[in-house]
């Protein structure tokens, strides 16, 4: 953008002063003075704008300082505008922290380095390989290591200085390119002190210079024949086709050079490699890298490249934000205690987002198994963020997870409150609803994830598991088959599926279904008692004793299967096994205090030795 009106201000300068008429010349100055105004919004190197257009209408148009300011003052004054816009756009220091005198860099270690930095600049014009998005280099701190940089700039400088003086046209590009670059070279930036960008606007200086200065090369060796249209003829063709050659051989390898170039730029993680591969241990290169990597799904990689940068003294690259990828890194690669001190270096650092490391550490924890310690960090999170649907909605599984399933509710409803259109909100939600003894709730919530996103797989199985906990059975078996069919050797959806069927009165599919569970894997107390129930509702009560058995040995502290075996063993007609179970569940019954459970199983109990003597 401040390449672009920075021309268009020298482009309008120039149509101001080759204006035929005054209407003319004023709707050029307005054009020229907004494009100022605009180039100033965009970037402080268009500072120097002004001061190039004038050096531009002394080298072209009036031949002299004053007489440029004297036939084109209104020009200037428009053009000074700018310099106010600037100013103000700058007094709340949106570069105060990378830029500027009081960043603990010497100006003079600064100056020599970027001495070295304007030689690598022109020699990149000449061969522009390699090509780094970011370069490292080292302030010159002793004239012993500065001398070869400084030496050569300060040549190039005094070359540029006597052929400003005798206004020449190289001494006008000279001066321009020295201008545009002149504020990243005399204000120290610690975040970049050499960038190939900065070099993008001067180089257009320059190529209009090769251009021009070819063409008056070849008008001297030709002075007769190179604006003719007759063409040329004997040695001078030669040389002239020779010349071509050359000039499209040249453009011809920088053609492939760039083409070359260009492969780095088709992802953001080949770009970081391709100057990983020129500067290996460069701080900054590393940094990015590994946040890349981050976002590649490779974080073992980046674990690596992060720690490396985060050695660094430089405070300008070991920052709070290199410390939280390093976190990061090491939390998606499972180094979860790893990953708490670089987190907590980013705190400690004054990361701008404080809330966003607070509630990733709780997160991490959280997904850890860690929910005590999770809840606490997305507390501090929340506290300085107060309404984060994420924050809200962790802290829900993390008190999910602590068995406290209210408080859960509460926290995740604020969440949906806050987002409501995020389906895994109304999914957490459900959860915490099933949790808390809240089906028909949570049926609700699961519905509502399904409407916002129809293939969210999680949110199927448990609209039937809570379907069956309301006591709808029939309505529970289609999101059932659904998800058993996305997942056919989950035991746990072969097992809710069966309680739906046999809960809608079809128990030969239940106990299908519950023979699949058992055969995935399943092997829980309730699958037992399940299949049992579904297996005496088809009379098969001697194979429902046996699975009666089964949960009563997984479980010999619950009366209620127990009780359950006995009846099985008495419709099965073995009256030792009944008498034995409904003991063992009266026994357990007397000792936990259940009184009405402990009264009705003794008056089943003596009703049934009642009818044995009957017999």
């Excluded at 083409?259 to 730029?265: I, L």
Aim: glycine share 6%.
């Amino acid at each position: 953008m401040v390449g672009l009106f920075y021309l268009l201000t020298l482009y309008g300068a120039l149509r101001y002063w080759t204006a035929g008429d005054e209407p003319a010349r004023v709707g050029w100055l307005l054009f020229a003075t907004t494009a100022c105004l605009a180039g100033m919004a965009s970037k402080e190197v268009m500072v120097t704008a002004p001061v190039v257009v004038l050096l531009f209408e002394r080298a072209f148009v009036a031949g002299s300082l004053r007489q440029a300011l004297r036939q084109s003052w209104p020009l200037y004054v428009g053009l000074a505008l700018g310099w106010t816009l600037l100013f103000a756009l700058n007094q709340s220091g949106p570069r105060s922290g990378t830029a500027g005198f009081r960043l603990g860099v010497s100006p003079l270690a600064y100056w020599c380095t970027e001495s070295k930095a304007l030689l690598l600049y022109l020699k990149l014009v000449v061969w522009p390989w390699p090509l780094v998005i970011h370069y490292d280099m080292p302030y010159l701190d002793t004239f012993a290591a500065a001398w070869p940089w400084v030496l050569p700039a300060l040549l190039l400088a005094m070359a540029s200085l006597y052929l400003l003086w005798r206004n020449t046209i190289a001494g006008f590009v000279a001066a321009a390119i020295w201008l545009i670059l002149s504020p990243t070279l005399v204000v120290p930036i610690i975040t970049e002190v050499a960038v190939e960008r900065r070099m993008y606007l001067p180089l257009a200086a320059l190529c209009a210079l090769a251009v021009a200065g070819g063409y008056f090369v070849l008008g001297k060796m030709w002075p007769r024949n190179i604006a003719s249209t007759d063409g040329l003829s004997g040695p001078r063709a030669g040389a002239l086709a020779a010349a071509t050659i050359a000039v499209v051989a040249v453009a011809g390898a920088y053609g492939m050079l760039d083409a070359r170039r260009m492969v780095a730029y088709e992802s953001p993680l080949g770009l970081w490699q391709d100057a990983l591969r020129n500067q290996p241990h460069n701080p900054v290169i590393l940094a990015s890298y590994g946040t890349f990597l981050i976002h590649a799904g490779r974080a073992e990689e980046a674990v690596g490249a992060l720690a490396e940068a985060a050695k660094s003294p430089r405070p300008e690259v070991a920052n709070a934000m290199l410390h939280m990828n390093l976190g990061t890194a090491l939390a998606l690669s499972g180094r979860v205690d790893e990953s708490i001190p670089a987190f907590r270096e980013a705190i400690r650092l004054q990361y701008d987002h404080p809330e966003d490391v607070y509630r990733n550490l709780g997160i991490l924890l959280v997904k850890a198994g860690r929910a005590e310690e999770g809840l606490r960090e997305l507390e501090e999170s929340l506290r300085l963020q107060p309404d984060s649907p994420p924050t809200f909605d962790y802290m829900g599984l993390a008190l999910i997870e602590l068995n406290r399933p209210r408080e859960a509710v509460a926290r995740l409803k604020h969440a949906v409150r806050l987002a409501p259109d995020v389906p895994k909100l109304h999914y957490h939600l459900g959860r915490a609803l099933a949790a808390d003894q809240q089906p028909r709730q949570a049926v609700s919530e699961f519905e509502m994830t399904l409407r916002l996103q129809p293939d969210y797989r999680e949110a199927t199985r448990e609209l039937g598991r809570a379907l069956v906990e309301s006591q709808q059975p029939t309505a529970a078996i289609g999101p059932l088959q659904k998800a058993v069919k996305a997942e056919p050797e989950d035991a746990a959806l072969h097992y809710d599926l069966g309680r739906a069927l046999a809960g809608a009165g079809r128990p030969r599919e239940a106990i299908a279904e519950f023979q699949l569970a058992a055969k995935h894997g399943q092997r829980s107390s309730s699958l037992y008692r399940s299949y049992g129930q579904a297996l005496l509702q088809l009379g098969r009560a001697s194979e429902a004793a046996a699975q009666f058995d089964l949960a009563s040995a997984q479980e010999p502290d619950d009366a209620e299967t127990h009780f359950a075996a006995a009846k099985a063993h008495a419709q099965s007609f073995d009256a030792n096994k009944a008498i034995a179970s409904a003991e063992s569940a009266l026994r357990i019954a007397q000792e936990k205090g259940l009184s009405a459970l402990a009264a009705e199983i003794e008056s089943w109990l003596a009703d049934f030795r009642k009818r044995q003597a009957g017999r």
